[in-house]
C-alpha cells in the first residue's frame, strides 16, 4: 500500500486541515493500492501564500543555479525510474514496458529541457533604443489530468521552475501518488522553500480554488474541454493568464497514394495507445471509399490481434482504463455507435475474454460511420477506431476538419509534398507526416476546442513569461 496522508507546502510535509481522503484503485485489480489526502480551500491558501513569498528570490535565482536545481532532479528522476513506472503501471494501467519508455521518459526529457532552456533561452534582448526582458509571470497553478500523469507534470512544472516561476500543483485524484514522488525528490534535491507545492484532492474544491485565487497569476491546466472552460471562467474574474491542453478527436488522413497496410496499421497502434487514453490519439481513420473494405479488414486483423491483459505480464500491449467509471463511459459510446447505425467491425462492449476483474475493454472499430454520430465526434478516450471514407483529398480534408477539436492529425502518402500540403490544410495544432516520430522539443497544443496556449520546448517557456519593453534613452 503507499498511503500519502499529507501534501506538500513551503518545503515541508504538513496534514491537510480536511479529515478526507482520496483512494486510489489499480485499474488492473480493482483493489486500492493507496490513498492521498483530499485537501481544502484552506490548503490551497496557505500553498499559494508559500509560492508567493518564494517568487521573489527564487524569480531572481540566476539561470544557471535554476538549471544545475533541474539537473538534479533529472538524475533524481532516473534513480528512481523503475519506481515510477511501476507506480504509474498500477495507478493508470499502461503496460510497464511503456510506463517506463513513455511515462517516465517524457518527464526526464522535460527536465532535461528546461535546464538546457534555463542556460541558453534569450532573456533579454536589445530592440532599437528598448531592452526587451523576458521575466517569470509569478505563481503558477498547475492543474494536471491522470493519463500520463508525471508527464503532464514536468511539462508544467519544469518550465515554470525554469522560468523563474513557483508553483502550486493539484494533480489528478485518480493518479495522484507519482506527484508525491515528484515532491520528494524535488525536496531532495534542494529546491528552496515554497518554490514547489503539492495539495492533492478534487477538481472541485482545490482545482477551483487554485483557479480563482486572486494571487495566482496563471493557471495551466490539462483535462477535458468541459472543465476547460470553467477553468477560463473562473481565471476571468482576476484576468490571470491561462493555458488549457484539452480534448481530440484527431484525424488520420491516408491519401490514395499511401501504402494502406503500413498507414492503418499506425492509425491502429496511434489510437490504441495506452488503451486509448490519448488526448491527441488518431481516433479517426480516414480512408479512400474505393480501398474502404480493405482499410477494415486491416484493421480488424491489427486489433483483434493485439495483446490485452496485465499491465505486468510481459507482451501486453493494451491494458485496461483507469476506472469503472471510464470503462462505462467507454461502453456507453460503444452501444451508442450501434444504436446510431454504425457498423461494428470488431470488438464490442462485453470485456475481453479471461479478464472479467481489472477496467478492461475490447480493443474496437467501427465503420460504415457518419458525421452526426458521437463516435464520430466526441472524445471517447478509450480503444476505440472510427473508419471514415473520402471521396478526393478535399472530401479527406473536410472530413478531417469537422470537428470541434483541433489537437493532432496525421498524414500519409507517397509523396511528401503532397502530404505537407495536405498538413497545412487541416487545422491542428500537431501533424505528423507517415508516422514521424515525436518531437519533444516541438510546441505541443490546440486549435479551436483542444485548447489555448502550448508546452514542450521554448515554446512551452515562453508561456511561463511577461514581456515587459524598458526604454533606452
Known amino acids: 500500500m503507499n498511503h500519502r496522508s499529507k501534501i ?27 490513498s492521498t489526502p483530499a485537501a481544502t480551500a484552506e490548503d490551497v491558501d496557505r500553498a499559494v501564500s508559500a509560492a508567493r513569498r518564494a517568487f521573489e ?55 532535461a529541457t528546461a535546464a538546457e532552456l534555463a542556460r541558453s533561452y534569450a532573456f533579454t534582448e536589445q530592440l532599437h533604443n528598448s531592452l526587451v526582458v523576458r521575466e517569470p509571470i509569478g505563481v503558477v497553478g498547475a492543474i494536471t489530468p491522470w493519463n500520463y500523469p508525471l508527464h503532464q507534470i514536468a511539462a508544467k512544472v519544469a518550465p515554470a521552475l525554469a522560468a523563474g516561476c513557483t508553483v502550486v500543483l493539484k494533480p489528478s485524484e485518480a493518479a495522484p501518488l507519482n506527484a508525491f514522488v515528484l515532491a520528494d525528490i ?38 477535458s474541454t468541459r472543465a476547460g472552460r470553467r477553468v477560463a471562467e473562473l481565471a476571468a474574474a482576476t484576468v490571470k493568464r491561462v493555458a488549457l491542453e484539452l480534448g481530440g478527436k484527431s484525424p488520420l488522413v491516408v491519401l490514395d497514394d499511401a501504402d494502406l497496410t503500413t498507414a492503418v ?14 488526448c491527441s490519439a488518431l481516433t479517426r481513420l480516414i480512408v479512400p471509399r474505393a480501398r474502404l473494405a480493405e482499410a477494415e479488414q486491416i484493421a480488424k486483423t491489427i486489433a483483434e490481434a493485439i495483446p490485452v491483459g496485465d499491465p505486468f505480464e510481459p507482451g501486453t500491449v493494451l491494458g485496461p482504463v483507469i476506472s469503472d467509471r471510464q470503462r462505462e463511459t467507454v461502453r456507453d459510446y460503444i452501444r451508442r455507435g450501434i444504436a446510431e447505425g454504425a457498423r461494428l467491425v470488431t470488438g464490442g462492449t462485453e470485456p475481453p475474454e479471461g479478464l472479467d476483474a481489472g477496467y478492461y475493454v475490447q480493443p474496437t472499430v467501427f465503420s460504415d460511420t457518419t458525421r452526426d454520430m ?24 473536410r472530413i478531417a476538419n469537422d470537428t470541434s477539436y483541433g489537437l493532432n492529425a496525421g498524414v500519409f502518402s507517397a509523396d511528401l509534398d503532397r502530404a505537407q500540403r495536405v498538413a497545412r490544410r487541416i487545422r491542428s495544432g500537431q501533424v ?5 516520430p515525436w518531437n519533444h522539443h516541438a510546441p505541443f497544443g490546440g486549435y479551436k476546442q483542444s485548447g489555448a496556449g502550448r508546452e514542450l520546448g521554448t515554446h512551452g517557456l515562453e508561456e511561463f513569461l511577461e514581456t515587459k519593453a524598458i526604454q533606452l534613452p
Open 186 to 223: 524535488l525536496h531532495e534535491v534542494g529546491l528552496p522553500d515554497g518554490v514547489f507545492n503539492l495539495v492533492s484532492g478534487t477538481g472541485a474544491v482545490v482545482g477551483e480554488a487554485i483557479t480563482a485565487h486572486p494571487d495566482v497569476d496563471m493557471v495551466s491546466f490539462t483535462g
Open 432 to 436: 505528423e507526416i507517415n508516422g514521424a
Open 265 to 278: 496499421t499506425r492509425g491502429v497502434t496511434a489510437c490504441f495507445l495506452n488503451t486509448g487514453q490519448t
Open 374 to 397: 458521437a463516435i464520430v465526434q466526441e472524445e471517447i478516450f478509450g480503444p476505440v477506431l472510427v473508419i471514415q471514407a473520402y471521396d478526393d483529398e478535399d472530401d479527406a480534408i
Open 57 to 111: 528570490d527564487w524569480s531572481q535565482t540566476p539561470a544557471e543555479q535554476r538549471a544545475k536545481l533541474l539537473d538534479r532532479a533529472v538524475e533524481a528522476l532516473l534513480d528512481r525510474q523503475t519506481e515510477l513506472a511501476t507506480l504509474i503501471s498500477q495507478e493508470v494501467g499502461m503496460p510497464y514496458l511503456h510506463s517506463n519508455l513513455i511515462q517516465v521518459g517524457l518527464p526526464v526529457m522535460s527536465f
Open 8 to 34: 506538500y507546502v513551503d518545503g515541508a510535509w504538513y496534514p491537510s486541515t480536511g479529515s478526507e481522503t482520496t483512494q486510489v484503485v489499480n485499474a488492473a485489480t480493482e483493489q486500492i493500492t493507496g
